[in-house]
């Protein structure tokens, strides 16, 4: 018989290398045809809930490495929730209208303007589907559970008439009106953006200095006095009708060059310093509200203009005066609405001037080539006073790219000026992560205009209002729930398959349509009404999920969007936030802080590192990602997980491979009869599950990974596992030593496998089918338990004081190494002196510390220590070479090798064992 016989060489079939890209795939289809996601719901059937409700992805492509964080992020949650004991459903969901298909479809050949727009439409809808199809896949492909069989999608009939509903009590309650207002406009979409579909990019502009002569200066400016602006838009001065000044600001009156300007007191250095002034007078000061109903000459054109007063102008920038064009700034509209100045945007869709502008040679020109023509007529006029150029961030359609204006059009508006304040207190009653989120979104809504909600386009939930005879809009509860009733059985192409007749109550009459004729309105929904009315289309709609959600989780850029429309319609609509909490991860960028473009060439796909690596590695990427702010990800950091996940993949190797002889109904030891060491290492491994736990219920995967990590590679790997083996391996099978280790060790791999499942789903199913637990699959067991152990605290202080010493000691074998004093530290014979508390403290942990600190001989001596003891903090210690022989089966030096002459190959220890276990030994002898 072979020494190699004689020991419990542990045996696994839990293979080293996870082949994670096959494998993987194997157990998402095996969880699919066994309904895993129901079953684990039917489970908690009764327990309290928690809901997620999933921000819906735009429909467009392939997902990317943002996807893949916000969903995995999402699964992690949904998954501990479920295994914590909360019924924790989890609908994906779909954004599908809006510009992206109508662009796809462009590109295809597609021409809108030229198809029936039912048609064009169907067109749109097939393409959302394929989109969604091939997403699903994507999702799927990275181990989210999820109720994939009933999506909610925003194309979808019954979602369309909830969202209907939600407009419908809004324009009930009068936040919904319809105006003419500069708003943003995107000429390469040819429709209103809403903030969120704002972005913000360098541009270079002109900026030019502009002098007004005054009209009427009401006796107290002359004539030959000019107001000088500063505008970084030339191509709105032929649409100007005011120019603001401040009236809690003071303006000086100068003269150079015998001409004679006002300009902002407080910006009159900096302006005559940009002007080249050198020499001029300050021939008297104003107040602004002096200059309230002047008027001033246009420049190019016989055109009176109004000087206005209101707080809006600053003394930032410029020169303290602010030219106004009411059809194209925000400002600039608010303040000649209360001057009764006309709202003037002689423009069209496509950013060309019209007619109505007071410049023949402007007409049909683009209003970006105007600005030089407009400068050089200013240049002639002798009222430009500078033009030079400068880089500035500038608006941008994020989904063109292409520089957006302010444009005064038509639309329709929701006002939340009526409700603003409960909106507010919503927020206030919110919980948000981080912290910041409440300030964010607090600030935004407390400065938020009207939202402009009809958009100029074909693909999108059609705007349900209706126009008699004399175009007044007609929308009712009547009408709207008629609507609503039509698109839930027809989705909302119905639109534009009925007449307007068809669409309205059967007998509807309205007194401004004598002949009973009416027209359909042919604006849609701003996709973010769409999405933002997902509460109600979804939350309150589904049966089995609820109102409000416990989360909505999704990038910091929805504050704007996403967080913000939701918030608007659901307080407009309920009076209450459709959350309770708000959490919000940064942007996905690569390692060295670069946006992911094509361009730039720095793209990772997650189905690329899915067949590279497993989706396993992207969702430890994620677990191990500080989402706070933003998170960096190459190949080099996904191999830094790969690495991590070997790690935990090996741990477990060695803990399945050593507990595959123990039976944990049989085999078990009880806690109080653990040895110290192994009560040790079960306190430890409890207050890592304690500590994991309340990292989850923060939604803190960072610290649940970096605490897993740590008690694997440091408290396991490298402490309990390394001494391990002269447990494991050597001791005899049934010894107490043996199966007080393989509880705790069998004890980490169950809890370890539970606490890591959200994280590592493939991986910890694949570790389950080797632990003899109760649960077919790891997903329909429940988060391990915190236990409760008698004297834990003292027991942790007492091996907290150990480890220190272990240091030390591990300090001096490693010296000794360096000394070629020894080889392997089971060449070491060490004595420890002790002062009297260590002593003590030894004494009270009884614990095999020759064997934990894997030498061959160690003393723990009451003696005083020699001269050339190494001086320690509590004790010190000498090291020498072990006296003996290597016994061929424990690889200890020992001196009584032979001392058993029926075995004497075998050290003593090795012998009583050899012949208990193996008795066979004894009559066959023993080979190396």
Not at 70 to 84: P, Q
Request: hydrophobic share 35%; charged share 30%; glycine share 6%.
């Amino acid at each position: 018989m072979r020494i190699k016989d004689t020991l419990n060489l542990g045996k696994t079939k839990f293979k080293m290398r996870g082949n994670l890209p096959v494998r993987e795939a194997e157990w998402q289809k095996q969880w699919e045809d066994n309904d895993l996601y129901e079953q684990r719901l039917k489970l908690n059937e009764g327990k309290p809930r928690f809901d997620l409700h999933d921000g819906p992805p735009f429909a467009n492509g392939n997902i990317h490495m943002g996807h893949a964080l916000n969903k995995i992020s999402k699964d992690i949650i949904v998954r501990f929730k479920n295994m914590d004991g909360y019924y924790a459903p989890y609908v994906p969901g779909w954004d599908t209208h809006g510009l992206p298909v109508e662009q796809q479809l462009a590109k295809k050949g597609v021409d809108r303007k030229t198809m029936d727009r039912a048609k064009y439409r169907e067109l749109c809808r097939q393409f959302a589907e394929e989109q969604i199809q091939k997403q699903m896949a994507d999702f799927k492909r990275l181990g989210v559970m999820a109720d994939w069989k009933h999506p909610y999608i925003t194309l979808q009939p019954e979602f369309e008439a909830e969202e209907i509903r939600v407009f419908g009590e809004m324009f009930k309650k009068g936040y919904i009106y319809k105006g003419k207002k500069p708003v943003y406009w995107s000429w390469s979409s040819e429709s209103t953006l809403a903030e969120a579909e704002v972005e913000y990019h360098d541009i270079k502009s002109p900026r030019i200095y502009v002098a007004f002569p005054i009209k009427d200066g009401k006796g107290i400016l002359d004539s030959d006095t000019s107001l000088v602006i500063w505008t970084t838009t030339p191509w709105t001065i032929p649409s100007n009708v005011g120019i603001t000044v401040n009236p809690k600001f003071d303006y000086s009156v100068v003269e150079v060059n015998g001409k004679k300007y006002v300009i902002g007191a407080d910006r009159l250095a900096a302006v005559a310093e940009d002007l080249g002034w050198k020499d001029y007078k300050v021939l008297k000061t104003l107040k602004g509200t002096d200059f309230d109903r002047m008027t001033y000459q246009h420049p190019l054109y016989d055109v009176t203009g109004l000087v206005m007063n209101d707080t809006y102008v600053t003394d930032d920038d410029g020169t303290g005066l602010v030219h106004n064009a009411t059809g194209f700034g925000e400002d600039d509209y608010n303040v000649g609405r209360r001057y009764g100045l006309p709202v003037f945007s002689p423009m069209d869709a496509q950013g060309r001037f019209t007619e109505e502008v007071p410049d023949p040679d402007l007409v049909g020109m683009f209003y970006d080539d105007a600005n030089k023509v407009v400068a050089d007529k200013l240049e002639k006029a002798g009222a430009l006073l500078k033009l030079s150029f400068f880089t500035h961030s500038y608006p941008h359609d994020w989904r063109t790219k292409k520089p957006v204006i302010y444009r005064a059009t038509t639309q329709w508006f929701a006002s939340i000026d009526k409700f603003r304040d409960q909106i507010l207190d919503q927020i206030e009653k919110s919980e948000f992560i981080p912290s910041w989120g409440k300030t964010r979104l607090y600030n935004m809504i407390k400065d938020r205009g009207d939202w402009v909600i009809s958009r100029q386009r074909a693909w999108g939930v059609p705007l349900p209002i209706f126009y008699a005879e004399d175009d007044t809009p007609i929308v009712t509860p009547e009408t709207i729930e008629h609507v609503a009733q039509i698109f839930e059985k027809e989705g909302s192409n119905a639109w534009y398959t009925h007449t307007a007749e068809e669409l309205l109550p059967e007998g509807f009459k309205s007194e401004h349509s004598p002949n009973g004729k009416f027209r359909k309105e042919t604006d849609i929904l701003d996709v973010w009404f769409d999405s933002g009315s997902s509460w109600a289309g979804v939350m309150k709609y589904r049966d089995g999920l609820n109102f409000p959600a416990d989360l909505y989780l999704e990038g910091s850029d929805q504050y704007r969007g996403w967080f913000n429309s939701s918030l608007i319609t659901s307080v407009a609509v309920t009076g209450l936030a459709p959350y309770k909490e708000v959490l919000s991860q940064g942007f996905v960028l690569d390692d060295k802080g670069h946006k992911m473009s094509k361009s730039l060439g720095n793209v990772i796909s997650p189905n690329d590192v899915i067949k590279k690596m497993g989706a396993e590695i992207i969702r430890l990427w994620v677990a191990q990602a500080d989402t706070t702010s933003d998170v960096a990800v190459s190949y080099d950091i996904l191999k830094q997980a790969s690495e991590s996940y070997r790690k935990i993949r090996n741990t477990f190797r060695y803990m399945l491979a050593n507990t595959s002889d123990f039976d944990p109904k049989e085999n078990r030891v009880a806690y109080n009869e653990l040895r110290s060491v192994d009560q040790y290492m079960e306190v430890k491994l409890n207050n890592l599950i304690k500590e994991s736990l309340d990292a989850y219920n923060k939604f803190d995967f960072t610290t649940v990974y970096k605490k897993i990590f740590k008690f694997i590679s440091n408290d396991l790997s490298a402490f309990y596992l390394d001494f391990a083996k002269d447990v494991l391996y050597i001791e005899a099978k049934n010894s107490h030593a043996r199966r007080s280790m393989q509880t705790v060790i069998y004890d980490a791999a169950v809890k370890l496998a539970k606490i890591l499942t959200p994280i590592l789903p493939h991986t910890m199913e694949e570790i389950w089918g080797f632990l003899k637990e109760d649960e077919e699959y790891v997903q329909l067991a429940n988060m391990p338990e915190v236990e409760t152990y008698e004297n834990s605290d003292e027991l942790l202080e007492n091996w907290s004081k150990f480890m220190s010493l272990r240091d030390d000691v591990l300090k001096a074998l490693e010296d000794a190494r360096n000394q070629k004093l020894i080889g392997k530290s089971f060449e070491a014979a060490v004595t420890i002196y002790p002062d009297k508390e260590t002593k003590a403290m030894l004494d009270e942990l009884n614990a095999d510390f020759r064997q934990i600190l894997i030498v061959s001989d160690l003393t723990i001596s009451d003696e005083e220590a020699p001269e050339d003891a190494e001086k320690l903090k509590n004790a010190a210690i000498v090291v020498k070479h072990a006296d003996g022989e290597v016994c061929p089966r424990c690889r200890m030096i020992r001196t009584d090798i032979g001392v058993d002459p029926k075995l004497p190959m075998l050290c003593g220890r090795c012998a009583e064992i050899v012949e208990e276990d193996y008795p066979e030994a004894v009559q066959e002898g023993l080979e190396k």
